[in-house]
């Protein structure tokens, strides 16, 4: 749990309320961002963040209710609440000591018993069991997914004064544009001492929704939501005070606001903070402590941050460690790292790097030197033989790879005489225990062999002619048309079953059309069509078509 503490930017303490407080907060702070954010990336992110912390949670639950009753220790302990003979148990304890043991059970395998517990304790107006279930109940976490049901508890815990439900509410109105309801929701969080009731009002009085635009009111309200932990508000007010909006300019209280936030691990602090040294906001220029928080924030996964870095590391010459954050902001979709890479390739500098350890035998430096070499990158020419080399190379090495690689450009020619048999040599020596890039999902199959299978299909249209005429009927083509789409499904059913099974290619072949002539048998039955001879062409055809596609 330590290290957990350390990623989200917490200090660590051993006492058990105190790091439910802080994960708490945390979890608060990440539902809200959940609840906003529209990249699908960043929200497995987040999610997988809030997933951690959950799990932290309920192991402290489950300590404290250990430590308090001594029964949540095996299974064997619940038959007492498996009997609703509960009452007993929670003889003596506080409402938060009974929701602790509850949520405790979560961690077991059948979270049903602790969702009747908390639906138990819910009902006798258990605030923290009303919360629990609202969460529970809006993510569909343990159980069926049901808003209704959520927005419910959510409602009763907020009529009892819990800020994080009333906020949740104010965040379900926001989402759905109900914003009078929403501010409603967001005002009786504040009353009730919420840090996100104040930052998301601060955000509508930002962008002018519900309220006319009011920068003053909007830096009071963020100010009051840091004050209260929450560490958007922190940036959110360091923004204010580095810009001069809705409050005089001033760099040092900015400061002071995004150190804090970026303690809490924000990688937008850390770029402000680089940002203020690099412009000298704070005295001279200060490059050095620029990249510092640059180079932090990259750290904590900020793609501006790993831009900045990747910058001033050009600009120092420093080429490999400006690629290697250029390229860790491309991945984050930030595409003016692209100039940068350019100039880095430009340079000579990274194909250099790349040949150096080529040469000393580094396959993985291998490909990407032969890459380069097929498309023309890295500062070189698009050069055929010498892609084929380095390939080659590789999959001397065994690398699977570039053994694919080497395998089709012997087949096909490219940069050196064809020649099958080293195409198939190369081929062979592909290991399909050894997963790599060349191999293809089964999601990809399927795609491949839909593809693969329409093409044959065009044969139908002499059925239509067969049965119908020259001009069949609409209704006809119609049918004709669903059974190229029945047959295309199983194709692809079947396919995926003989392949998933490690068995010879002729197996397979045979059990693949032992499969699809039954099921035609089966079809023909139903539909009372029992003219075989209608479907031994396409059958030849398709048969004659797979085969050949299976041997290239």
């Not at 049903?112 to 969460?135: C, F, H, M, P, W």
């Not at 932090?296 to 290697?324: L, S, T």
Request: hydrophobic content about 35%.
């Amino acid at each position: 749990m330590r290290e957990l503490f350390e990623k989200i930017g917490i200090e660590y303490k051993e006492d058990n309320e105190y790091k439910l407080t802080q994960l708490q907060l945390k979890q608060d702070e990440l539902t809200d961002a959940l609840e906003r954010v529209e990249d699908d990336e960043r929200r497995l992110e987040l999610q997988n963040q809030y997933d951690e912390i959950e799990k932290a949670i309920l192991d402290i639950y489950s300590i404290k209710s250990k430590e308090t009753t001594g029964l949540y220790k095996e299974v064997e302990d619940y038959s007492e609440l498996k009997n609703g003979e509960n009452g007993a148990i929670f003889k003596g304890m506080s409402e938060k000591e009974q929701f602790e043991a509850a949520a405790a059970l979560l961690t077991n395998k059948d979270s049903s018993l602790a969702i009747d517990e908390l639906t138990r304790l819910a009902n006798k107006g258990n605030v923290y069991a009303q919360t629990k279930l609202g969460e529970i109940y809006f993510q569909g976490k343990y159980t069926v997914k049901n808003v209704t049901e959520g927005l419910k508890w959510y409602d009763m815990a907020s009529r009892q004064g819990d800020g994080t439900s009333s906020n949740r509410l104010g965040n379900y109105y926001y989402s759905n544009k109900a914003f009078s309801n929403a501010v409603s929701m967001y005002q009786r969080a504040q009353e009730q001492n919420n840090a996100y009731g104040y930052y998301n009002i601060g955000k509508m009085y930002s962008n002018g929704q519900y309220f006319p635009k009011n920068p003053v009111n909007a830096f009071e309200m963020y100010k009051k939501s840091a004050e209260l932990g929450a560490v958007e508000g922190m940036v959110q007010t360091g923004m204010c005070y580095a810009k001069g909006i809705g409050t005089l300019k001033d760099d040092g209280e900015a400061k002071k606001y995004f150190e804090e936030a970026a303690a809490k691990k924000n990688a937008v602090a850390h770029n402000w903070l680089g940002y203020l040294y690099e412009e000298g906001r704070f005295g001279e220029k200060d490059i050095n402590r620029a990249l510092d928080w640059y180079e932090k924030g990259a750290a904590c996964g900020g793609e501006n941050c790993a831009y900045a870095a990747a910058r001033i590391y050009f600009e120092k010459g420093e080429y490999q460690k400006a690629w290697d954050y250029a390229l860790d902001a491309r991945r984050k979709n930030v595409k003016e790292a692209d100039g940068i890479i350019n100039k880095i390739e430009e340079t000579g500098y990274i194909l250099s790097s790349h040949r150096s350890l080529a040469e000393s035998g580094h396959t993985d430096q291998q490909v990407r030197l032969a890459r380069a070499y097929e498309k023309g990158g890295l500062g070189v020419e698009k050069d055929e033989k010498l892609a084929t080399y380095w390939y080659e190379r590789a999959a001397l090495a065994n690398n699977q790879e570039a053994l694919a690689a080497t395998a089709y450009r012997y087949k096909k020619g490219l940069g050196v005489e064809k020649d099958i048999e080293k195409a198939k040599k190369y081929k062979a020596m592909i290991t399909v225990s050894s997963p790599t890039k060349v191999q293809h999902s089964a999601i990809s199959t399927v795609l491949l062999n839909i593809f693969r299978f329409l093409t044959p299909l065009t044969v139908i249209p002499i059925r239509a002619y067969c049965w119908y005429g020259i001009s069949p009927q609409w209704g006809a083509i119609q049918e004709l048309l669903m059974e190229m789409v029945v047959f295309t499904g199983i194709h692809c059913a079947l396919q995926l079953i003989v392949s998933s099974h490690r068995l010879p290619k002729s197996i397979n072949y045979l059990l693949f059309f032992i499969g699809l002539g039954l099921f035609m048998a089966i079809y023909n039955a139903l539909w009372g069509q029992m003219e075989l001879g209608v479907h031994i062409v396409p059958m030849a055809i398709i048969g004659t078509y797979i085969i050949r596609r299976i041997k290239e």
